[in-house]
């Protein structure tokens, strides 16, 4: 496999320095990316590099995860518009622990063959590097000119907020990174983003001027929805790869509810399958673009890899209960996190719990408690129709009367007005 290639089909590459590919072509290659430790998840912003090292590692190369310890104590201006809150020691160890673990689930660390993934720590070189001997060993071969020229310090510069010192050097530091493993680890290759290019040239400049040495430099596209708008996001924020920040049926929601030309994009850059495979989806997808095919494919595929079959499945039930006819025990599996995230695109309502213990009734529970109906008038003419359902039984009568123990899960109801609207009703 040709890995400069796989990037290429897959619509990944972005800029690529002189010479990257016949040192690739030559034999196993070892390569890093750097990941920042300023939350204890990764999110799928995060997954273009992921699978960059997947696609570098299966090319038969070596991929190095080097992870910030050192960096995320001083903050990466490209792409940011103002200065970034700084963490403490304690705070990125944990963090740094939590990303470890979830690149665990994708790159191969543990076989033992020549080309497993290493994990670094750039707080392992820099903790005993004071400052004087950094401007005397390091500085002095990078000119105030070349680091002005950077089109991320330009940026900051020209803006409001100005530039820290702290932010203008990090440069320098990701610099010596690469130089550091160039000289110490055989690392040839530096890959990310393609805001990155800046600072991955500034290594490559590092080591032809200090090390007198050569070293490459690769970066990807910068994904984002075929409306312009940033991929990654959604109303609730960043979709993240911890279950417990975005459950496996918000992570499966993201993907499935993709355009259909995001997908086919998508569908090359975070999934494993092949072209022939890619290309036959398409056609197949084309034919009938309400099976949603590409979108199917993807989510599996993803929801799989991130959160494993457990996860998938819990997804594909949650998807179920609210399209399909899984049933209301169901709930039971899931944990109160679980239960609130599939239910977070539709309106909740609290009521008391002491409240109900007594009884309420249910024209009572669905307009004066709550606002699903707008008055019990409403609410009785839907009920005698036999539209509404709470805990996906039909509502008899609105004589009806609910209580503590019709709660699933000890705290929730349930209610449907037709078949596809939905409420919650938290009692506590």
Excluded at 348 to 375: C, M, Q, R, Y
Aim: charged share 25%; proline share 2%; aromatic share 10%.
């Amino acid at each position: 496999m040709n890995f400069v290639e796989e990037l290429r089909w897959r619509g990944m590459l972005h800029d690529i320095m002189p010479g990257t590919e016949e040192l690739l072509n030559k034999g196993m290659a070892s390569g890093y990316i750097g990941f920042d430790p300023t939350a204890d998840s990764l999110h799928v912003g995060h997954l273009t590099q992921i699978m960059t090292l997947i696609h570098f590692q299966r090319a038969g190369h070596k991929p190095f995860a080097l992870v910030g310890g050192a960096t995320g104590m001083v903050g990466d201006p490209s792409g940011k518009s103002a200065e970034r809150n700084l963490l403490t020691e304690e705070i990125l160890q944990h963090n740094l622990d939590s990303v470890k673990k979830q690149l665990e689930i994708f790159l191969d660390f543990k076989s033992g063959a020549e080309n497993s993934a290493e994990m670094v720590n750039n707080y392992d070189w820099f903790k005993g590097f004071d400052f004087l001997n950094f401007i005397r060993d390091v500085g002095k071969h990078i000119t105030v000119n070349y680091m002005m020229a950077k089109d991320s310090v330009k940026k900051r510069l020209e803006g409001e907020t100005g530039m820290s010192f702290t932010e203008f050097s990090y440069q320098l530091v990701q610099g010596y990174d690469f130089y550091y493993l160039w000289q110490n680890r055989n690392c040839t290759l530096q890959m990310g983003g393609s805001d990155q290019w800046g600072n991955i040239v500034t290594g490559t400049e590092l080591i032809r001027r200090k090390g007198r040495g050569e070293a490459f430099a690769l970066t990807t596209q910068l994904i984002k929805k075929a409306d312009g708008t940033k991929f990654g996001k959604s109303e609730g924020g960043n979709i993240w790869l911890d279950a417990e920040k975005t459950s496996p049926y918000q992570f499966y929601q993201f993907w499935l509810n993709t355009t259909d030309e995001d997908a086919k994009s998508y569908i090359k850059i975070f999934t494993l399958f092949d072209q022939e495979t890619i290309e036959a989806m398409i056609v197949e997808h084309d034919a009938a673009p309400h099976l949603r095919v590409i979108q199917k494919a993807l989510a599996k595929d993803i929801t799989l890899r991130v959160h494993g079959e457990a996860g998938f499945l819990k997804a594909i039930k949650s998807t179920e209960f609210l399209f399909g006819s899984t049933g209301i025990e169901f709930l039971g599996e899931l944990t109160d996190a679980e239960v609130l995230a599939i239910f977070s695109g539709v309106p909740n309502f609290t009521i008391s719990k002491a409240e109900l213990e007594a009884g309420i009734p249910v024209t009572d529970l669905l307009a004066t408690k709550t606002a699903i109906f707008p008055s019990k008038g409403e609410a009785k003419k839907m009920i005698a129709g036999g539209g509404t359902a709470i805990n996906k039984e039909k509502v008899g009568t609105p004589d009806d009367v609910y209580n503590a123990a019709n709660l699933i899960n000890n705290k929730y109801l349930v209610v449907q007005k037709g078949k596809r609207n939905y409420f919650l009703i938290i009692a506590e």
